[in-house]
């Protein structure tokens, strides 16, 4: 990697496995005190240019975009190989990648902004990587699968999940149960991301994506996380996650992992362009000194 004067920007990659990187821009401090460094991590479809609005406001901080596994520049290369990929990528893998480049880059610990999709893996990173995070800024963030938002929809899965394991529903209709369901949510995920991505290939990426984070449930790592370090904004009118599942996730947070939950009244899902002085003002009150 090409070494820059302190102020200039650095874009890269980083070779996580074979045929596999992720893409990044550092932005090194303006300041001769630097500050703790803000990881930017994207929502699903997203690249890192989402969060460019935000770069020059924190200029006195070392600043890293990422695109992580199935976004942006990671993505185009990985297509560019013209190897069949399957991008079921589990959230454990991101984050690993995530940690493999702060260590690449000497950096740590870090404060995290992460939108949507990147909240899972911001969670499962803050859990597993407890001692390289300082504090979370999550914006609308993945909590668990949404086929499972509403504790009744949890019952259901839990009373099919113990039908099949005493073999009350034969293993042939169950099979045909479980694939007909499949094809029902990649169907909606396929019409519900179409007016964000008109490419086919990035929809089945994204859809991909969504199959590979589905394992993740944010509700179980929440007593390993950092203290002090949740801070939460949410929009009122969001259409995609809705409000009950992030106030159950606050109610489970324990009191010693609370910082801030902000409400958006008028707030839909994809607050980084909807709202974007909204959202600059409080990351710049979550990141104060």
Not at 185 to 209: F, G, K, P
Not at 227 to 237: F, I
Not at 265 to 285: I, M
């Amino acid at each position: 990697m090409d070494r820059m004067d302190q102020a200039a920007m650095i874009e890269s990659h980083l070779e996580v496995e074979p045929q596999w990187q992720i893409a990044y821009q550092w932005w090194p401090s303006s300041s001769p005190t630097s500050e703790i460094p803000i990881v930017f991590l994207n929502g699903l479809g997203d690249t890192y240019h989402a969060w460019s609005p935000y770069i020059e406001t924190f200029a006195r901080r070392h600043r890293l975009q990422v695109d992580l596994r199935g976004q942006g520049k990671s993505l185009e290369h990985r297509l560019s190989l013209e190897t069949a990929t399957d991008f079921r990528i589990n959230v454990e893998t991101q984050s690993d990648d995530l940690a493999k480049l702060l260590s690449h880059l000497k950096i740590g610990p870090v404060d995290i902004a992460a939108f949507s999709y990147g909240g899972g893996v911001a969670f499962d990173f803050a859990a597993r990587y407890s001692s390289r995070v300082n504090r979370l800024a999550f914006i609308v963030p993945y909590l668990m699968r949404l086929d499972r938002s509403f504790p009744l929809q949890r019952l259901w899965q839990w009373q099919w999940q113990t039908a099949r394991s005493f073999r009350l529903i034969p293993d042939s209709i169950a099979r045909g149960v479980e694939q007909g369901y499949e094809k029902f949510l990649t169907a909606y995920m396929n019409q519900r991301y179409q007016s964000r991505m008109q490419d086919a290939e990035h929809r089945r990426v994204a859809i991909e994506l969504t199959y590979g984070i589905m394992e993740f449930n944010a509700f179980e790592v929440i007593d390993r996380l950092p203290d002090h370090s949740v801070n939460l904004l949410t929009g009122d009118c969001d259409t995609l996650i809705p409000q009950s599942l992030f106030r159950e996730f606050w109610r489970r947070l324990p009191d010693s992992k609370r910082g801030l939950w902000t409400r958006i009244h008028d707030g839909e899902h994809a607050l980084l362009e909807q709202k974007p002085e909204l959202v600059e003002q409080w990351l710049l009150r979550i990141f104060a000194d």
